[in-house]
């Protein structure tokens, strides 16, 4: 069945960077929007970022953030620069089956466990 793991969350300094990766499985990943999306301590888990055939980004990690993907590995990235103590929050990536620009939760297929990444001093 199709499976996604992200990997790479840690606690930096504000100011400081981190790749986020997540592996795809069980599925035609090339045929797969995906995005990022973030949940904060006591908040609604949000749109961060999306690759399809372009890329988007929230306005909040906009200029900060890059995301990129490898087809032929089934690997999908979040290259984040710049931290701030607000982007502390579990990291989830997630699949959708079209290729469209969406950021709502309830449009993806699925979902991965999360990485937890903390920014602070």
């Known amino acids: 069945q199709a499976r996604l793991v992200e990997s790479g969350g840690k606690s930096v300094q504000p100011g400081g960077s981190l790749r986020l990766s997540c592996v795809a499985s069980?599925?035609?990943?090339?045929?797969?929007?995906m995005a990022w999306f973030r949940q904060a301590p006591g908040k609604e888990r949000e749109f961060t970022a999306w690759?399809?055939?372009?890329?988007y980004y929230s306005n909040s990690v906009k200029g900060r953030f890059t995301v990129s993907r490898d087809n032929a590995n089934n690997m999908f990235y979040l290259e984040m620069n710049n931290l701030k103590p607000e982007d502390t929050a579990v990291y989830y990536c997630a699949a959708m089956d079209q290729k469209g620009l969406t950021t709502l939760r309830r449009d993806y297929d699925y979902w991965g466990q999360g990485t937890q990444v903390t920014v602070s001093s």
């Open positions: 069980g599925f035609t990943f090339s045929d797969h929007s």
């Open positions: 690759i399809g055939y372009a890329t």
